[in-house]
């Protein structure tokens, strides 16, 4: 699963970058709340992350990114809106190589986004 932070670079450039940094810590966090034992969840760079679930079912990983965008659009950070997460999810295809399985979930991250931000899709 690959998770961005909505409308991040307004956030940095509206309301400075330590609380954009603010931002980031508190996503991390919820990730990590969020995670199940075995999760492995990582700054992929900039405001994204990854979460990775091991022998995760597809419907099984749609549900928990849900959690997680409910989760974050929940978080309150002293002198910020609310913010928000796009999220796109793919399942690891058995011939596939990683390179094929984050170009696919990067896409259904940019259609999440293109399809009005604060959403959950599946590639």
């Known amino acids: 699963?690959?998770?961005?932070?909505?409308?991040?670079?307004?956030?940095?450039?509206?309301?400075?970058?330590?609380?954009?940094?603010?931002?980031?810590?508190?996503?991390?966090?919820?990730?990590?709340?969020?995670?199940?034992?075995g999760d492995l969840v990582f700054r992929w760079g900039g405001e994204e992350f990854v979460l990775l679930l091991p022998r995760t079912p597809l419907d099984t990983a749609l549900s928990l990114a849900?959690?997680?965008?409910?989760?974050?659009?929940?978080?309150?950070?002293?002198?910020?809106?609310?913010?928000?997460?796009?999220?796109?999810?793919?399942h690891h295809e058995g011939n596939e190589s990683i390179d094929e399985l984050f170009k696919r979930v990067d896409d259904a991250l940019y259609r999440a986004k293109n399809d009005g931000r604060n959403r959950v899709l599946a590639a």
């Not at 409910?70 to 928000?84: E, M, N, W, Y």
């Open 1 to 37: 699963m690959l998770i961005d932070t909505d409308r991040f670079k307004h956030i940095n450039d509206l309301y400075g970058h330590s609380k954009g940094d603010e931002v980031l810590c508190a996503l991390a966090r919820t990730l990590e709340s969020c995670a199940r034992k």
């Open 66 to 90: 849900e959690t997680i965008r409910v989760s974050v659009a929940k978080v309150s950070i002293s002198g910020l809106p609310r913010f928000t997460v796009s999220i796109g999810v793919a």
